[in-house]
């Protein structure tokens, strides 16, 4: 029953994201319109997060198993990307390469920052 009540807040936030987007007219997907309420929600406390973790930790450990159709959609499609693979593949790996970095480097920069923090409350006041 408590995997049931997670997924109907799941499902209700992303539904909210959903009508948003029909009625914000942006170009932004209704997932990353319900990603965001859900981490405004979180953060404003009109959820918790043991409201929903069970149930997210499950929709995580299966997010592979969601790519298999895609992966299948593009072998039916193979015709048409044959053309352009290598540039596609190219693009790919240049991108994910750029992303890891990217990140790695704003989660340095987070850590410094939070060591420097943390060293500052220790000092005492002079």
């Known amino acids: ?14 539904f909210l994201g959903e009508l948003l987007h029909l009625v914000i ?7 990353v319109y ?17 409201q929903v973790k069970a149930a997210a ?4 450990e299966i997010m592979p198993v969601m790519f298999i159709p895609a992966a299948v959609g593009l072998l039916d ?3 048409a990307l044959q053309p352009i ?8 790996i240049l991108t994910t390469i750029i992303v890891m970095g990217v990140t790695g ?3 340095q ?5 939070a060591q420097r923090k943390k060293s500052r409350k220790e000092q005492p006041n002079k």
């Open 34 to 50: 319900g990603l965001v309420l859900m981490l405004l929600a979180l953060c404003f406390g009109i959820l918790h997060l043991e």
């Open 1 to 14: 029953m408590k995997y049931l009540k997670q997924f109907t807040i799941i499902l209700f936030v992303s």
């Open 57 to 60: 930790d499950f929709l995580i």
């Open 105 to 107: 480097q704003v989660t």
């Open 77 to 79: 499609s193979w015709s």
């Open 85 to 92: 693979f290598i540039p596609v593949v190219l693009i790919t």
């Open 109 to 113: 920069c987070m850590i410094r920052r």
């Open 25 to 31: 007219p942006l170009p932004i997907p209704a997932s």
